[in-house]
């Protein structure tokens, strides 16, 4: 499968990208792979910025959207001497689910201008802690944190915001509270996010920094938790997740999740922009 689009790539805006991930190089990268479509986005709220080192801090983040306008005029000055007709360049968010309400509801409400909407789980339900840092639950506890991980997921899928959801599973993978993704009882758990993401028209995306981030076993397992979700019925989603403009269209994992998944150019989404 011809993978010439990529659906999720950052920025310096970020504040913990390469700082030559600027949008020119960003799109010089893009075009240089060979691709035609090219998304550029950045978080809302920021990740990772020492001036937003706590949940309480990050949540001040809501609605901000300095990112996005910046992403915006970067593109707009570019425009008159972009010299790259084949590649359709297009203006993204990867926008997190309000972890204290925990109603499906955005970190942002205004969606003007943007073009392909990603919806992220970056804390813990409840804001007690980012996805990076180190946890360690009893096993009843990590169950229940990841059936209400899971819920709130589906609310955040019902509600109509996001196009695709990003690098599914990696809260709860990454911190492994749950058994290995090809395990029954984690593919029951996925099962009734999977089914709200086919019957919302929700894209799943296939990541290729996840596989980076996940333990040996969760990375092995992960093709089965793919083929479920295309037994439900959903689209996929395909992002690099570039932070650095050598990693813009760069695939590997991704391949083996779309070989070992069996998919083919018909469960791939594409964006109606």
């Not at 691709?35 to 990740?47: A, D, G, N, Q, S």
């Not at 959801?165 to 911190?175: F, N, S, T």
Request: with cysteine.
């Amino acid at each position: 499968m011809l993978l010439d689009f990529d659906h999720h790539s950052h920025t310096p805006y970020s504040r913990h990208s390469h700082a030559e991930m600027t949008v020119a190089n960003s799109l010089a990268a893009a075009a240089a792979k060979g691709l035609k479509r090219h998304v550029v986005l950045e978080h809302v709220p920021e990740i990772g910025s020492s001036e937003r080192g706590t949940p309480e801090l990050w949540y001040t983040g809501k609605n901000e959207r300095w990112q996005l306008d910046a992403i915006a005029k970067d593109l707009a000055d570019l425009t008159p001497g972009l010299n790259y007709p084949e590649l359709k360049v297009l203006r993204g968010v990867e926008v997190d689910a309000d972890p204290f309400k925990l109603d499906g509801s955005c970190m942002l409400e205004d969606f003007t201008g943007i073009d392909v909407v990603l919806g992220s789980t970056h804390l813990f339900p409840g804001g007690s802690a980012f996805w990076f840092e180190k946890i360690v639950l009893p096993p009843d506890q990590a169950r229940r944190v990841a059936k209400s991980w899971r819920d709130w997921a589906i609310r955040f899928v019902q509600a109509g915001q996001i196009d695709v959801l990003a690098h599914p599973g990696d809260l709860i993978g990454a911190r492994q509270l749950v058994p290995p993704f090809n395990s029954p009882e984690t593919l029951e758990l996925f099962e009734p996010l999977l089914e709200a993401m086919a019957e919302k028209k929700v894209a799943f995306e296939l990541n290729e920094s996840l596989g980076a981030k996940l333990a040996p076993p969760f990375r092995a397992g992960y093709p089965a938790l793919v083929r479920l979700a295309k037994q439900a019925g959903c689209r996929f989603s395909v992002g690099s997740d570039a932070h650095a403009p050598h990693n813009v269209g760069r695939y590997d994992w991704v391949h083996l999740l779309i070989k070992e998944a069996a998919l083919e150019d018909g469960h791939m989404w594409k964006p109606d922009a």
